[in-house]
Structure formats: structure tokens, C-alpha cells
């Protein structure tokens, strides 16, 4: 017994024996009415077929009616329907979250609520989101002024810009993050990480000018109530020579006068045996990981 899905038949396959000496057997006819080979059929299998397929016809009939007249009942209440769907998404997504959460040993920060543009963050036992608590090594900062990052390569400063924000951003958001009970922040109003890019030929732009225009955007845009993380501005070419060095040290100095929030990382031990260390705006503070 076959089932031909092209055709939607059902049919016997001759092989040559007896089955084709059959006087019930019927050449099958394909949906073109032409005959195919080696395939027979009988009238009760015929009528079976047809009674089959006019009821799946008539069964998709009737679940289209009934489904037509559900959505005519619930179409006055399809608003409510629709809110009620979206916090069940929301819902699962926090449980997941709680649930995951927990196990890793995450917590919540405390939150200030006060309406003031003073700005702070101190985060207890950090460790980046992505790995296990057990096995990173954690940090405890204090983040309330604009900060100078410096220390060698491979020495995890990436690691520390990105695990900040990312936990500022969970607490702001109300969920948990890799940091310890007792760890509290103020509430910000944006979030800025600008870390290395890549030139953009489609758009003409180089990827030191795609740089300096996401930092435009940034200076633009940001406020005393932001949190501020670029990594490594200039990437290989503003030591170069004093003349490109005066661009970070520019964008340090703005941003220290408006009293912003962040880590800005650079070579400081670097540009210390270029430039006088004067050159850096007075009462920025420095934050070296290899004093950590």
C-alpha cells in the first residue's frame, strides 16, 4: 500500500504477481489524468479516499467558522487580551530571570531615590555577568567622580567597564545583578559604552572618524545624572605623537568639568613619559588595576 502525497492517492504497487491479475484492480490516474505505471487501485478504495478527503474539507470548514466566531465574541475585549498576553511575557521573562538569578548568587542593589544630580555607585564583590561567581575574581568600587582606567593588556579593564555597566543597568532596571547585598546606586538617566570599532567603507567613515562621532553623540547627549564608559579612545594611534594625545585629554577634562560619571581607560603610564603630568585636569582621579 503507497500513498502518493502529490496526487493525494492511495494505491497498490504491482510488482508483477498476482495482484495484477486481479479483476478488481484499476489503473491509477494521476491528477494530470494520466496513467502511472506499476500503481493499481479498487473502487472501494476509490470511494474511501474521496468520503476521506470531503470530510477533512468539511472539518476545515467548521474550525474555520467556529475560529471566525470566537474572534467575533472576543474582538471587544481583544485590548485587555492583548495586555494581559504582553505581562505574561513580562512576567515569565522576571521569573526566569529571578529563578537564574538566584542560582548564580546574584542580588539587588539598593536604589536611591533622591532628585539631585549628585551621582554615586558603590558595588560590592562584582563579577562579570557571564561568568560564575565561584570562579571570577571579584571587585569592590566606589564610582562617584569620572575615572581614569589604566593598566597593561589582558589585565581585565574591558572586563571591569563592561561588568559596571551592565550591573548599573540591571539595578536601574530593577533586577538583579552580580554584586553583593549591601550595594546601592542612584538612579541614571542614560548609559553610554563606547569600546573599539571598525572603519564603515559603506558609509565613508574611518574608524577613527566613526570614534570621534560616537563621542560626539556621547558629549551631546549625556547629562550629570549618566553613566559614561569609553574604552581605549584612539585605539593605536592617539600615541602616536603630543599632538593626538590632546584629544583624550581634552574629552577628560570636559568631561571632569561637568562633573560626569564613568571610567574613561587610556595608557596613562603611557602619555606620563610623554606629556607633564600637569597636562591632566587637576582632581581627576585615576583608577589603576594594578593596585587591585
Known amino acids: 500500500m503507497i500513498y502518493d502525497v502529490y496526487n493525494n492517492l492511495l494505491m497498490f504497487k504491482d510488482e508483477g504477481g498476482s495482484i495484477s491479475e486481479d479483476k478488481n484492480l484499476e489503473k491509477v490516474l494521476d491528477r494530470n489524468h494520466k496513467v502511472i505505471p506499476r500503481r ?29 466566531n470566537l474572534s467575533d465574541a472576543l474582538i471587544k475585549d481583544i485590548a485587555a487580551i492583548v495586555q494581559c498576553s504582553h505581562w505574561a511575557v513580562i512576567l515569565e521573562a522576571a521569573s526566569s530571570h529571578t529563578r537564574l538569578a538566584k542560582m548564580k548568587g546574584w542580588n539587588l542593589p539598593t536604589l536611591s531615590e533622591s532628585t539631585s544630580d549628585e551621582t554615586f555607585m558603590k558595588l560590592y564583590n562584582l563579577t562579570p555577568y557571564w561568568l560564575s561567581r565561584e570562579e571570577a575574581v571579584s ?69 577613527f572618524a566613526l570614534e570621534m562621532d560616537d563621542l560626539r553623540v556621547i558629549l551631546r547627549d549625556c547629562s550629570h545624572r549618566s553613566l559614561i564608559m569609553v574604552d581605549e579612545l584612539g585605539r593605536g594611534k592617539l600615541l602616536a605623537c603630543i599632538a593626538h594625545i590632546r584629544i583624550p585629554i581634552s574629552v577628560y577634562a570636559y568631561v571632569y568639568e561637568h562633573i560626569y560619571t564613568g571610567i574613561i581607560y587610556m595608557y596613562i603610564h603611557i602619555l606620563n613619559h610623554k606629556m607633564n603630568e600637569q597636562a591632566l585636569p587637576r582632581g581627576m582621579d585615576q583608577l589603576s588595576l594594578e593596585h587591585c
Do not use: E, H, W
Open 139 to 207: 571587585n569592590t568600587l566606589v564610582l562617584d567622580s569620572i575615572y581614569l582606567l589604566s593598566a597593561p593588556n589582558m589585565s581585565g579593564k574591558s572586563t571591569l567597564m563592561r561588568s559596571v555597566l551592565v550591573a548599573a543597568l540591571l539595578g536601574n532596571c530593577g533586577l538583579f545583578a552580580p554584586i553583593s547585598s549591601g550595594s546601592n546606586m542612584c538612579r541614571y538617566d542614560n548609559f553610554f559604552l563606547r569600546t573599539a570599532s571598525y572603519d564603515v567603507p559603506s558609509t565613508g567613515m574611518s574608524s
Open 40 to 68: 493499481l487501485t479498487t473502487q472501494r478504495t476509490k470511494t474511501s479516499l474521496s468520503n476521506y478527503i470531503s470530510k477533512c474539507q468539511n472539518a476545515r470548514l467548521i474550525v474555520k467558522n467556529t475560529l471566525q
